[in-house]
């Protein structure tokens, strides 16, 4: 507040305004490297590993959706299994006739997103925890529906066809490259759409719902799109899921531990960052890996930790970070800058910007 | 003559959702509590239950006398601790925290006592037992004798809330728990008294299911608060006795269901549900009664 009233004080030119703290050219370069890294990793690593960051990228994937619902649409969904369940089995249909499993997964992203339409019809009636709920009834529906079809399996589900012609070191390079691109693909769509108009939107209704409603924000209009964009995005991950475990039972994938998962893992990285559940995830896995061979005992502890965090440090691990660094990866807000101080530029992107901004005659 | 038995069977197991949903709605109607764990304590309810007489070997209905005070207790303490906590950080992380509890509670049932699905055994001819009416409907003592609780239960809550001095007090404070506090009501300790009512009824039905039924660590989510949602939507919201309506009508509709093909059981019910969501989102009974 302090700050907007100082500023306007001053002549409108020597305010500067920009998404970042820092300077934005390091991180957007660091993400790059990251992804590159991690594209090269079946080089170099086991089978074995990169099975299990697929796993990962299937809950970053889930809990990224997750956050966007209930960290800045206000919607808590513990349906979300419906999408992960759809996914896994379009890529099941479209690999029975014939279409390769990898080719099925653009198609099951759509399939997902215009499903997410007609359910976000009927539940969309109820307000937060009879949404909840609903959404809950709607994914068991839709598994009760699915089961009644003998030719995808039934109630016991089938092995994936159409995977027999890889070798199982190139199928788990593939399974892992798809995995990367449907998470890169996620998060960068997240991002964009965070920064653009209906991230001001949803940032507003994540603040203060009331409010945004009455400065005019179309709420409703964007919780429609969050929940479109999140069926997509778990449909997606329900897509790598169905070709990482080579079959679809449909207990597995529309199990509500899936939501218990995105949840966890959203909950304890950072409700309404982008960071978070990055961050979620990676403790996510740490304690799944360790705690393995104790079976349910690491969600136990999941559960017990997102209860604490919900309580006492609702904006979870990242906040943390944040308060103490004001660091963020992913800038969507704006930050300005009183007249007299510089933001942050590297000097060959200064010298390049300086070039563009070359006085006019 | 089938479908007769069908539709009386479905009107009969209703009582069994309606007290399944009566706690959901009071949680609901008086602190704006959608509690997701609510499946979840009925079965920690009825496991209790099952530890209490293989402990004791005491008769199977004393087991009602010793667990329902135990949850009600649990329920009291809960409500002041944990969720009256997260109620006061906002709907969002009261459904975290209930999630998180329901998620917590059923792997510990799942970690403790395996996924086994148990029974609570009665071994009394009056609960096993059936009579027949005509040569096909055969009804169950135990069926009948839920029904019967559960009306008695609907109407005590009933006469509780309208009458007595302690439902006029959680009345005021569902309507407005600030002038309530104001007129020197304590609204945490009357909602923790709504929480241990609604936790009575959730163990009553959790041991009438697992003496109807079979228990198992998943009951809690995949069953029993799923359809005592449905009973709510169904009924209409915040009604009470929409409850036993919403109950009836998803029983009914599950028999039916059933009756066609045994796989379509729960299907049907959630149809049912969906097709009220659709057609009627305010419920059967549209009039808001009690609480």
Known sequence: ?361 | MAWVNAIIQGVLTGGLYALFACGLSLMFGVMKVVNLAHGDLAVVAGYLAIGVITVTHIPVLWSFIIVVPVMAVLGYVLQRTLIQGALDRGVLTTLIVTFGLSIVIENGLLQFFTANSRAIGTGLPLVSGSFKVGSQIQIGYLLVIIFAVAVVVLLGLQYFLSASKYGRLIRAVADDKEAAQLAGADYRHVFGIAAAIAFATVALAGIFYGMYSQLSPTTGTDTILLFAFAAVVIGGLGSLWGTLLGGVVLGVAQQIGAQINISNEVLAGYIVFLAVLVLRPQGLTSRRTQS
């Open chain 1, 1 to 361: 507040m302090s700050l907007v009233a100082e500023t306007t004080a001053r002549p409108a030119e020597t305010v500067r305004v920009t998404r970042s703290r820092r300077n934005v050219a390091w991180t957007g370069a660091g993400a790059l490297i990251v992804v590159v890294v991690m594209a090269l990793l079946p080089y170099i690593v086991y089978s074995g590993t990169t099975s299990i960051i697929v796993q990962g990228f299937i809950v970053l994937t889930l809990a990224s959706m997750w956050n966007l619902l209930a960290g800045y649409a206000g919607l808590v969904s513990v349906g979300q299994q419906a999408f992960v369940g759809l996914g896994a089995y379009l890529v099941l249909i479209l690999a029975i006739h014939g279409t390769s499993p990898f080719a099925a997964l653009p198609v099951a992203a759509i399939g997902c997103g215009v499903a997410a339409l007609p359910m976000w019809w009927l539940v969309s009636r109820l307000r937060s925890g009879y949404f909840a709920i609903a959404t809950w009834v709607l994914a068991a529906t839709i598994m009760l529906i699915i089961e009644k079809f003998s030719s995808v399996g039934g109630g016991t589900g089938m092995p994936l066809p159409g995977l027999s012609g890889f070798s199982s070191v190139l199928l788990t390079a593939y399974t892992y490259w798809a995995g990367l691109a449907v998470t890169t693909v996620a998060l960068a769509a997240i991002y964009l759409m965070l920064r653009g108009r209906p991230g001001l939107v949803l940032t507003a209704i994540r603040d203060d719902e009331v409010a945004a409603r009455s400065s005019g924000a179309r709420v409703g209009l964007a919780r429609l799109l969050v929940f479109v964009v999140a069926g997509a995005g778990c449909g997606t991950a329900g897509a790598v899921l169905a070709i990482s475990q080579l079959q679809v039972n449909p207990g597995a994938v529309f199990s509500v531990q899936w939501t218990a998962e995105m949840a966890f893992a959203t909950i304890i990285g950072g409700l309404g960052t982008i960071e978070g559940p990055i961050l979620g995830t990676a403790v996510y896995m740490i304690l799944q890996q360790t705690l393995a061979s104790y079976n349910a005992w690491y969600l136990i502890i999941l559960g017990l930790v997102a209860i604490a965090i919900a309580l006492w440090s609702r904006r979870g691990l990242w906040g943390l970070i944040d308060e103490h660094l004001h660091l963020r990866l992913f800038p969507v807000g704006y930050w300005l800058w009183p007249g007299g101080e510089k933001p942050p530029q590297s000097r060959l992107l200064s010298r390049l910007l300086s070039r563009l901004r070359r006085p006019r005659p």
